[in-house]
């Protein structure tokens, strides 16, 4: 008698190098994901990198039982584009534009962190009136990402309202930074020593359209969604992460602060005369999706009531140091002067040379504590410049924020946390 | 600008308690750094988190800096949130032995940023849980933040000139 043909043989294991598509061995898989995962209990299953709510280029292998996440594998690096790199080959004012490119919702932050670590390098001593309007630069810029955090994070969940609402206001921050920087969102303003040009006429009437029209805007975004029980349902006790867990894991920003840790570079290490100004650092308590919504709301109080501090005690004075080896001279004194012709040559051919050392100088992003650190040779050129971006290190956190949620949680935990794959890749 | 006041670092009580393993401590632009040696980072990194209260690593890089010997720095930035105190912690390695003891025990943030060093500098975590490329994908060869790798700029082409270049481009042709 013949033998009986078996209808199916279980292999050893369902997941194969080639199958999981991560670049990956086994042995390396099987730390990552469950044993239960390579007998094909649960499934594994592939979300971006083009996917909408990712936010970007993310691309997140997530291991699941039903609709329960067990296991989730971010693969980052689609944007990688080399900035830090690059930097090696530029002079100190020419790496400027490159820092627009890695947060590039928060240009202006990320031009701050940069010239503010350079300044740093050469002891530079700003003026005040500089530093006032990037503290009222800084802020809009604040506000800006958090708008655009607001427009995606509700769309994501399913209010397509805000969405269209947040880029409505954004268009008023927009029209700020392309009046003093001639660029909406590359904007390379701030330079070494100060600002590029002081601020043009109509700056003042603009900023101020601003601050009018914010708070009431504001209140439209609260009656949309602050007490609507959908929102609610979606956001409060989703995506859970204990202050200890968020300190170790290197969250900063308000993901921090939502989980009750009150830590804002603003306060801690005041920068630029942030400590001329009142204000105050909401904090969550509970570190959930709703939470870190409740701060970043509440930041845009604080942002506005910032800028209108400064806008009333804006100094008057230059916005550039008068270091002629540092800060390009003024466009009138090249025609009579000669060094000024020989300054500004050697400025923009060789450019400055930074002494030997090193310094690591951090901002208050929109998204966190976005630092720079710079590693001088002592030439023209950088010997390393590296960004400590927020995003890289919240984004760290989602596997262990995410482990145990349901699969459509996740798009709203991942709008939570407030990403921008710019400076996650770099 | 106002720089960050470290002097409530208290260094004599931290070169103390950890005794030769600090081997030189530099304070520089307001921010202090503690050079240590391979053997004795966990040490220093274990002490700082408990007996100094810096709870997060806000950074972990690498630094080239070749042609000088030894040639790379691995960098950690320490925060302490309850101190409000910011220290840096330094160790150099040789270009032929590149591999320290992973920080990942100590400070879960390290993980993400160790695999960063490894792609770009190809220095050796040993004990990191996950040591694969990050940023790059994973047939990548090299590691490009070495300075060995030129930082290249392709020529701007001109009619005088464009062929030559067409010619170094490395696609296919019939």
Redesign the interface.
């Known amino acids: 008698m013949a033998a009986q043909p078996t209808l199916y043989e279980a292999p050893e294991s369902v997941l194969t190098e080639s199958n999981v598509q991560l670049?990956?061995t086994i042995e390396?898989l099987k730390?990552?994901v469950s044993p239960r995962a390579f007998t094909g209990e649960t499934m594994l299953l592939n979300m971006g990198p083009q996917h909408p709510s990712t936010h970007g280029v993310l691309r997140l292998l997530l291991e699941l039982d039903g609709e329960t996440i067990i296991s989730c594998i971010p693969d980052?690096?689609f944007l990688?584009t080399?900035i830090?790199?690059?930097h090696?080959?530029k002079t100190y004012s020419k790496g400027i534009p490159l820092t627009d490119r890695t947060d590039y919702l928060a240009p202006l932050s990320n031009n701050m962190a940069y010239v503010?670590c350079v300044?740093?390098?050469l002891?530079?001593?700003?003026p005040l009136r500089a530093q006032y309007i990037r503290v009222i630069l800084l802020e809009l810029t604040r506000m800006n990402s958090h708008l655009v955090w607001l427009a995606t994070h509700a769309l994501d969940i399913g209010a397509m309202s805000v969405f269209l609402y947040c880029m409505r206001e954004r268009e008023m921050i927009l029209d700020v930074f392309e009046l003093v920087a001639g660029a909406r969102m590359m904007t390379s303003y701030f330079r070494v020593g100060g600002l590029w040009r002081d601020i043009p006429a109509g700056f003042a009437e603009l900023v101020q359209k601003v601050l009018d029209i914010f708070p009431q805007r504001l209140m439209e975004y609260e009656k949309l969604l602050k007490d609507n029980p959908m929102w609610k349902e979606r956001t409060v006790g989703i995506g859970v992460i204990s202050k200890e867990d968020a300190?170790?894991?290197?969250m900063?920003g308000p993901s921090l602060r939502g989980s009750g840790?009150n830590?804002d570079v603003r306060k801690?290490?005041?920068?630029?005369?942030y400590?001329h100004f009142e204000f105050s650092v909401p904090v969550g308590s509970n570190g959930d999706v709703y939470d870190r919504y409740r701060c970043r709301m509440e930041e845009f109080h604080q942002s506005l009531k910032i800028i209108e501090q400064a806008m009333k005690r804006l100094p008057a004075g230059p916005v550039m140091v008068d270091n002629r080896k540092v800060a390009p001279p003024p466009k009138h004194e090249i025609a009579y002067s000669m060094e000024s012709l020989i300054h500004h040559f050697k400025l923009w051919t060789e450019g400055f040379s930074v002494p030997e050392?090193?310094?690591?100088f951090?901002v208050e992003s929109g998204k966190g504590?976005f630092?720079c650190?710079i590693?001088a040779n002592g030439g023209p050129k950088p010997?390393?410049v590296?960004f400590?971006a927020p995003s890289?290190?919240n984004l760290?956190a989602l596997p262990k924020i995410s482990r145990g949620c349901l699969i459509a949680d996740m798009v709203a935990i991942i709008g939570s946390i407030d990403i921008v794959l710019g400076e996650v890749?770099? | 600008?106002?720089?960050?006041d470290s002097s409530a670092l208290d260094l004599t009580r931290i070169t103390g308690n950890l005794g030769d393993a600090i081997a030189q401590v530099v304070t520089?632009?307001?921010?202090t750094?503690l050079i240590t040696t391979r053997e004795r980072v966990i040490d220093v990194l274990a002490y700082l988190r408990d007996g100094e209260q810096f709870?997060?690593?806000?950074?972990e890089?690498c630094?080239?800096?070749y042609p000088k010997e030894p040639r790379f720095a691995i960098?950690y930035?320490l925060n302490s949130?309850s101190r409000?105190l910011?220290v840096?912690v330094k160790v150099f390695l040789t270009e032929y032995d590149k591999s320290i003891p992973t920080a990942t025990d100590i400070?879960?943030?390290a993980?993400?940023a160790e695999r960063e060093i490894y792609d770009?500098f190809g220095v050796i975590f040993e004990g990191h849980?996950?040591l694969?490329?990050?940023?790059?994908?994973?047939?990548y060869e090299g590691h490009?933040?070495l300075k060995e790798?030129p930082?290249t700029?392709e020529e701007v082409a001109f009619s005088f000139n464009r062929r030559r270049i067409d010619a170094d481009k490395p696609y296919a042709r019939e």
């Open positions: 670049d990956i390396q730390k990552l980052i690096g990688h080399g830090e790199k690059t090696e080959g503010g300044e740093k390098l002891d530079l001593e700003i300190i170790a894991y290197g900063t840790v830590y801690a290490y005041p920068y630029n005369s400590d050392g090193e310094a690591y951090a504590e630092g650190y590693s010997r390393r590296h400590r890289f290190y760290q890749d770099r | 600008m106002p720089v960050v520089a632009h307001g921010e750094t709870e997060m690593l806000t950074d890089t630094v080239d800096y960098v930035q949130l409000r910011r840096r400070y879960p943030s993980n993400w770009l849980p996950d694969r490329r990050i940023v790059l994908p994973a047939g490009p933040l790798v930082v700029v």
